[in-house]
């Protein structure tokens, strides 16, 4: 059955649909056989990214989640989980399904998380963003307790497990890194190394900040379409971009080491 | 009454907390009644960074309204509505009250909207962002619509209009501006003006890509409490973020040119 690659955080703007896009396209250039859900229909950067994409290029089919307007929540949880999984059940015959979800807590955002095999996290190098993983104390930046959207993944994994004895491969990528070393970078480096322990992620290779992973966007390409080949010049910045996607599949493809 | 302050905007992460805690303790520190409202406050940035904050420093005091937990969604919303205004009565002796919205669709994000007298809206210098502002199209780069977030503005406004006749001021301010002038900045630079003229907001001075503006969150402070007078150094990025800051209250407080 396919390996589900979620993109996950509550936090907003971390960077889940651009390392989705990414991803996916990567995949599909890889000759995988791959399909992206879109759970963020309402904002659907990741549907209208891929939706302006040349036929001619390797595309992952993308569906949309939409959200149920049922009054009573309990039924619309309902609506939406048998969308999902109806969803899920379409692409039956594909290696992969990248879902790509909101940055905010919700059912679909919930039904995701327990049906990843592989989750990852993209997180700014912010104190800011962390706060959602983990409490930190401000004077030894010692990590005092875990954080609304730690906590929700744990849910997940155990209703996972109980569901059908899976595990959960958690990913935490860190995004538009800044170029300059700097005391921040250094400090939030240390935190999620040992954040990464304690919680029980594995940390990848992340993405540094860099114009080209958005520029493109209007036109449905990445910066995996660019090449000698196409007629588009690269810059280093590019190069650098499409290592920083390739090390990303790569990890997101090894096994996680035994725990 | 108080003037009413909203961060608002549906894209997640466009810095929404971070414009609206420095908004919020700037005019603290400028000597004037303000409160803050936290309508995020599962998240809770603004209210967290807030917390932290040492009691001799100017702080504005700060509400979290919860989102209701009702099965029904219209009872629910109700619920919340009351407690918003509620909130606002609490508040109704001060010179402004600064509101933080998520970043997604929601009734609480919507009820504020619908009360602002000022809007402020921050967008990353990104195709991404714009696209919930304006459908554009990839080649010409011409606006060739409204999208969902102006859509939800445009409906809010109207909303406000028929109720006490006010009008809204929207300002749009650019945030975590690239410090390198390139192709894609001069494009969104155009674009936005573009915009402001058919969508009906002006552009304010916008913050720059700055590690200074959440590197100081654990300990709640912002750059305005450093200075020379604190002991802490101040580099040029301090000076500059520190303008930044002032020129984007100045704008807020300005009365919108006569239409
Ligand atoms: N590595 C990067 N370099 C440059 N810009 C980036 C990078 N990653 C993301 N961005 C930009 O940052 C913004 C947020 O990214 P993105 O929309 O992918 O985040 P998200 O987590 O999906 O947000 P949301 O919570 O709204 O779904 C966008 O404007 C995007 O173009
Ligand atoms: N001008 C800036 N310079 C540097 N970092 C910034 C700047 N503005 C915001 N950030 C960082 O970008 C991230 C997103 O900012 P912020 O949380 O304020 O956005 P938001 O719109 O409130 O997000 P959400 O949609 O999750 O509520 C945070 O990690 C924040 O610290
Ligand atoms: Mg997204
Ligand atoms: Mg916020």
Do not use: C
């Not at 744990?154 to 899976?166: C, H, V």
């Not at 990528?173 to 970078?185: A, I, L, S, T």
Request: aromatic letters at 6%; zero cysteines; a positive charge.
């Amino acid at each position: 059955r396919p390996r589900l690659i979620v993109f996950g955080n509550e936090k907003g703007g971390s960077g889940k649909s651009t390392a989705a896009v990414h991803v996916a396209v990567g995949l599909a250039r890889a000759g995988k056989r791959v399909a992206a859900l879109d759970l963020d229909a309402r904002q659907g950067s990741l549907s209208r990214y891929l939706a302006g994409r040349d036929q001619s290029l390797p595309t992952p089919p993308t569906v949309a989640i939409q959200r149920s307007a049922l009054p009573v929540v309990a039924d619309a949880d309902e609506e939406e989980r048998r969308q999902l999984d109806a969803a899920i059940g379409r692409f039956g015959s594909y290696e992969f399904i990248v879902l790509d979800t909101p940055g905010s807590d919700s059912n679909l955002t919930r039904l995701a998380h327990a049906r990843a095999d592989v989750l990852v996290t993209p997180i700014n190098d912010s104190f800011v963003d962390l706060d959602l993983l983990a409490r930190i104390d401000p004077d030894t930046h010692n990590i005092t307790g875990p954080s609304l959207y730690s906590e929700m993944v744990w849910e997940q994994r155990k209703r996972r497990a109980l569901s059908d004895g899976q595990t959960i491969d958690w990913i935490v990528m860190r995004n538009r890194m800044g170029h300059v070393e700097g005391r921040n970078k250094r400090v939030i480096a240390d935190i999620l190394a040992a954040l990464a322990k304690r919680i029980g992620f594995r940390l990848a290779p992340g993405f540094g900040e860099r114009v080209i992973f958005r520029e493109l966007f209007l036109k449905g390409l990445t910066l995996l379409d660019l090449g000698s080949d196409t007629g588009h010049s690269m810059t280093l910045s590019h190069v650098a971009a499409r290592q920083e996607v390739r090390a990303l599949i790569d990890a997101i493809l090894a096994a996680p080491p035994p725990r």
